[in-house]
């Protein structure tokens, strides 16, 4: 049972223009979600997280978006750069909890 | 401040060997989480530990996999008599409290192969 979707694999974007990551859950326990950024032989790098009582959180290029309704969270990555080419895996938690539980991830490149 | 350190990053054995994983928290954590990447795969958590304490281990296959924390030194994921289903990337994270909204770090992994 997939509780984290991410249900694009991959996602090729051009140098400054805006990336938009989604993923989708299907557990109404998760409160804390997090975005973390991956690179091949690396470990996961903590980005940006949200929590359930809003539904907007930025931190300079990079702003996700929670709609509780939806089930559906976003990242925006804009301006984009090559360097922010990586997989990006979308995780959540509950609060009982402090296990994340990982979506499979989508593999951004950005072209120059 | 260093970060969360994982040893050995890549290890290899031979089926029916035994494999340690060792992680060494960030200074300051208490809390460490292991997680499994099996290829073209998310992570998928295996069990958190606090010191000398396993707190959930539902993640855990039943058999041949063993996590520990000790009061001293690293933290310690077992696989005995390792079959080439192990074959993964092992991710260790840390965090200074259990709550939800504190944020995990990860360390590089230890890429496990059976031969």
């Known amino acids: 049972d997939q509780q984290v979707k991410q249900n694009s694999p991959s996602l090729s974007v051009q140098e400054g223009r805006i990336s938009i990551l989604n993923c989708d859950y299907t557990n109404s326990m998760f409160d804390y979600f997090l975005w973390y950024k991956k690179y091949p032989a690396e470990g996961p790098t903590f980005l940006i997280s949200i929590s359930s009582i809003k539904d907007k959180n930025e931190d300079g290029r990079f702003t996700v978006f929670l709609n509780k309704s939806a089930k559906h969270l976003s990242l925006h990555i804009v301006p984009s750069q090559p360097g922010d080419s990586a997989v990006y895996f979308c995780?959540?938690?509950?609060?009982?909890?402090?296990?994340?539980?990982f979506g499979e991830g989508t593999q951004l490149t950005v072209n120059p | 401040n260093a970060g969360v350190m994982q040893n050995p990053r890549h290890l290899v054995r031979r089926r029916g060997q035994e494999a340690r994983l060792r992680c060494s928290p960030m200074?300051?954590?208490?809390?460490v989480y292991w997680y499994r990447q099996l290829p073209e795969e998310g992570l998928k958590f295996m069990v958190y530990?606090?010191?000398?304490?396993?707190?959930?281990e539902s993640g855990m296959p039943k058999e041949r996999f063993s996590a520990e924390f000790p009061k001293e030194g690293p933290s310690i994921l077992r696989i005995q008599q390792v079959v080439r289903g192990d074959s993964a990337a092992y991710f260790c994270?840390?965090?200074?409290?259990?709550?939800?909204?504190?944020?995990?770090?990860f360390g590089p992994g230890t890429r496990l192969t059976v031969l």
């Open positions: 995780a959540a938690s509950e609060t009982s909890g402090s296990r994340l539980t």
């Open positions: 200074k300051g954590h208490s809390h």
């Open positions: 530990l606090q010191k000398e304490n396993i707190i959930d």
């Open positions: 994270a840390s965090s200074p409290s259990p709550m939800s909204t504190d944020t995990q770090y």
